[in-house]
């Protein structure tokens, strides 16, 4: 697949990056898809290459499937065409005309799944939890699905650094990146607006869109989130908090050394199991208390 035309540099996670493709309509829907990684300063080599070209031929309306065999991830269906290498850094993807001008489901369906392939690959390991600030401190916040991450990320208004999703760096010091994508929340947990509705994991979501904060912090604390008559936060041992994290959902289980690091590192700060009722103001006024 050759692919000429025009370019963009991003730094994404801190790695130089550099998306290239071969029409300036996709490239500039995948510059707004991309907006918030955008660097329009010269940079170093890159260490990612995403390559795109525009393929207008019909599609098999066939879902996208998503595989990974070592160090390789492929992606086929609707008329998408993508491969990932990790041992070179290099990606590629047919793009259908469909997700020309819809940056948002070209981020979900191309950009991300090859770009996040290549970057955990390159020691940002993902950890599943949100991650919302209190200060400099972005607090950790992990629980299964349904435990009341994303709700309490919508709370207050507090910046939030990811919804569903950390990658974790610490490879000569702790950094927790996060990326800018909508937050998705029950109906009745979202705030009042006029918010996309999604399906996700099988469950009917809002995507709830929030603006522009930090992308990373310096400092972290593991907060475990559990559920309770009472609201309460209290310390517990790193490796308490470790043993909650330590079954990996699917996908998140393909680093499971590394995830292992990663969380380890994170409690490193301090751990705490909070314990919510159904008011999650209260919750992050608890918070605020303890962390501010």
Known sequence: MQVEAG????????????????????????????????????????????????????????????????????????????EADATTGEARCRVPARLIDAPGMLADQVIDPLLLFLATRRGRTPVHASGVMIGDTVLVLAGASGSGKSTLAVARGLAVLSDDTLYVEHDGGLRVWGIPRPIHVFPHDAPPGDHETRLRGGKVKRAVHLAAGPRYADRAALVVLARGDTLTLEAIAPEEATRHLAELEPGFDLLREESAAAVAALAAGGAWRLRLTHDPDAAIALLQEAFG
């Open 7 to 82: 370019h963009c540099h991003l730094t994404l996670f801190g790695i130089a990056t550099l998306v290239i493709a071969d029409d300036p309509c996709l490239l500039a829907t995948a510059r707004a898809a991309l907006v918030d990684w955008l660097s329009e300063a010269p940079m170093r080599e890159p260490e990612i290459t995403l390559r795109l070209a525009r393929d207008d031929r019909p599609a098999d309306w066939v879902s996208p499937a998503i595989r990974v065999e070592g160090s390789r991830l492929t992606i086929e269906g609707d008329g998408i065409r993508g």
